[in-house]
């Protein structure tokens, strides 16, 4: 059998990581500014990590939800102290688009409607309805066209208003750095009248931080830069460096009711052990705060740059942590690639001309200024 062939790849083989770096197979080391996709938060291979996965799957990888599982617990317990929602509760899956399904199923179960109200550019995965609010026609298909999502746009607030007065909207669900959509950030004030408006026709407000959640902005979550807080947050990516898992974090407002969500793998005993590795790592190693400074250092140091005219091409540099865009006037293609090639540097991508830096959040600010030399290399002799 040969695989499905639906990803573009890299003629690369990663077989090894620590920290911020990964190494080929032929032993070349490669600086990484793209974190497997937002996904390696903690660094990789992380020792804590490593040993505390290890240490679980020795004891027991997997049982079901039929019976107590105090990982579970615990997680919650700790999740809800770190990122500051202690009166949450969580349901646990295994990935992003999981995550999202699911709060949105909820919110439907809630009000009973079925409208949902998403952002132009929006990303929020590739199942039925996580696709379906995901706003790029190439990837959904006619069997997830259900007509429940009308797309919007960002930070204007009228469109937004004149829908959810209609009172039939199920759910709002935004990003509020889009990852996807190029690196675009939510203002506090679009992101506050929408709050209100929510509150006063009963639509749920979803926050979906599976990108820009879990420290990466230089929050624990990047809506809690614009003074709102949401119904429901969903995460996955950097909440188990790498081992497959989503979260929905619940406002009290909803009731649990027994059956009505479910799932077997979700919140299994080695992830749940590792995740509460991650969140031992990004506390000791105060990595929320270490996003932020490295982040507001890039920005900077890249903007700076721009102005002065070191890095020819790049028009504009934005973002929030270490969830940064720089956007070019050429496609991103063959920087990016150079980058890695003669570079060795990963980077992640957006659009046709936004090279995204989604590195671990343990990056230093030596190895930040090494990007900046290496981007700046890569630009002057394009
Ligand atoms: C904002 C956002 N939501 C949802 C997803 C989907 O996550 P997953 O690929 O784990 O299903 C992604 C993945 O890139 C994402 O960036």
């Not at 911020?20 to 937002?38: F, N, P, R, T």
């Not at 007509?147 to 204007?156: E, F, K, R």
């Not at 909440?239 to 406002?251: A, E, Q, Y």
């Not at 992640?348 to 671990?360: A, F, K």
């Amino acid at each position: 059998m040969e695989l499905f062939d639906v990803y573009p790849l890299f003629d690369i083989t990663i077989d090894k990581g620590q920290g911020c770096h990964v190494w080929d197979d032929k032993g070349q080391e490669y600086l990484d500014l793209y974190g497997g996709h937002a996904v390696i938060s903690v660094g990789h291979s992380h020792p804590h990590y490593v040993e505390a996965i290890t240490r679980q799957v020795n004891k027991l990888g997997f049982y079901s939800n039929s019976v107590q599982n105090p990982l579970q617990r615990e997680l919650a317990h700790r999740l809800g102290k770190v990122c500051g929602y202690d009166d949450y509760q969580l349901f646990l899956i295994n990935s992003g688009a999981e995550a999202n399904e699911n709060a949105l199923k909820l919110s439907s179960f809630y009000n009973g409607r079925t409208r949902v109200l998403s952002l132009e550019k929006a990303f929020h995965g590739r199942t039925s309805l996580a696709v379906e609010v995901t706003n790029n026609p190439k990837i959904i298909s006619p069997i997830n066209d259900n007509g429940h999502v009308t797309y919007l746009p960002i930070n204007d607030l009228q469109p937004w208003k004149a829908e959810i007065e209609k009172g039939d909207v199920c759910a709002v669900i935004i990003e509020c750095i889009q990852g996807v959509g190029g690196i675009r950030l939510v203002t506090k004030e679009f992101l506050q009248g929408l709050r209100e408006l929510c509150d006063q026709y009963d639509t749920v407000l979803i926050c979906d931080e599976i990108q820009c959640g879990y420290g990466r902005s230089g929050k624990f979550f990047a809506h809690q830069h614009l003074g709102v807080k949401p119904d429901i947050i969903t995460v996955a990516k950097g909440i188990c460096n790498g081992f497959p898992m989503g979260g929905v974090l619940i406002s009290p407002k909803f009731k649990p009711v027994y059956g009505q969500l479910g799932t077997t793998f979700g919140g299994n005993h080695l992830g749940c052990a590792g995740a509460l590795a991650v969140l031992d790592v990004i506390e000791q190693e105060k990595l929320v705060e270490n996003a932020a400074k490295v982040g507001t250092y890039l920005i900077d140091t890249l903007t700076a740059e721009m102005k002065a005219g070191n890095l020819p091409h790049v028009v504009d540099v934005r973002g929030q942590g270490l969830m940064i865009g720089i956007e070019l006037d050429i496609p991103y293609k063959e920087p990016r690639t150079r980058l890695i090639k003669e570079q060795h540097c990963f980077t992640g991508c957006s659009g046709t001309n936004v090279i995204r830096l989604l590195p671990p959040l343990c990056l230093s600010m030596d190895e930040a200024k090494d990007f900046v030399e290496r981007f700046k290399t890569v630009l002057n002799a394009q």
